[in-house]
C-alpha cells in the first residue's frame, strides 16, 4: 500500500511555470507507475502524464505535450509535474495516483491509489 501527497499548487499568470510534487509513502514506491490527472469544474477527472517504474518511458495528453514534463526519483519517493507555459484551461485540481501495472495506463480507473489533490490556477 502506498499513501500519496501532492504540494507545489498555487496561483500563478498564464505563461508562467510551477512544479507539483507527489511525495509518497512505503518502501514499495520504485514499484509502481506514476500519473498525474486534473479535475476542471463541472469536467471529468483526465489523464496529464504518466511515467513508467524505472522512469525509462513517459507519456502525455496532447494538451500539455511540449509543456509539461513528468519525472520521478525513486530514492526519495517523490514524483514530479514540471508546468511551463501555463494557460488558463490548465486551471483544475491536480491529483498523482499510483498503479501496480506494469505500463502507464490513461484510465482513472486504473489506479489504486490516489492523493487528496492540489488546486493550481492560472489567471489570464
Known amino acids: 500500500q502506498v499513501q500519496l501527497v501532492e504540494s507545489g499548487g498555487g496561483l500563478v499568470q498564464a505563461g508562467g511555470s510551477l512544479r507539483l510534487s507527489c511525495a509518497a509513502s512505503g518502501r514499495t514506491f520504485r514499484l509502481y507507475v506514476m500519473a498525474w490527472f486534473r479535475q476542471a469544474p463541472g469536467k471529468e477527472r483526465e489523464f496529464v502524464a504518466g511515467?513508467?517504474?524505472?522512469?525509462?518511458?513517459?507519456y502525455y495528453a496532447d494538451s500539455v505535450k511540449g509543456r509539461f514534463t513528468i519525472s520521478r526519483d525513486n530514492a526519495k519517493n517523490i514524483a514530479y509535474l514540471q508546468m511551463n507555459s501555463l494557460k488558463p484551461e490548465d486551471t483544475a485540481v491536480y491529483y498523482c495516483?499510483?498503479?501496480?501495472?506494469?505500463?502507464?495506463?490513461?484510465?482513472?480507473?486504473?489506479?489504486?491509489?490516489w492523493g487528496q489533490g492540489t488546486q493550481v490556477t492560472v489567471s489570464s
Open positions: 511515467i513508467n517504474r524505472s522512469a525509462g518511458s513517459t
Open positions: 495516483a499510483a498503479d501496480r501495472s506494469d505500463y502507464v495506463r490513461g484510465r482513472t480507473g486504473e489506479y489504486d491509489y
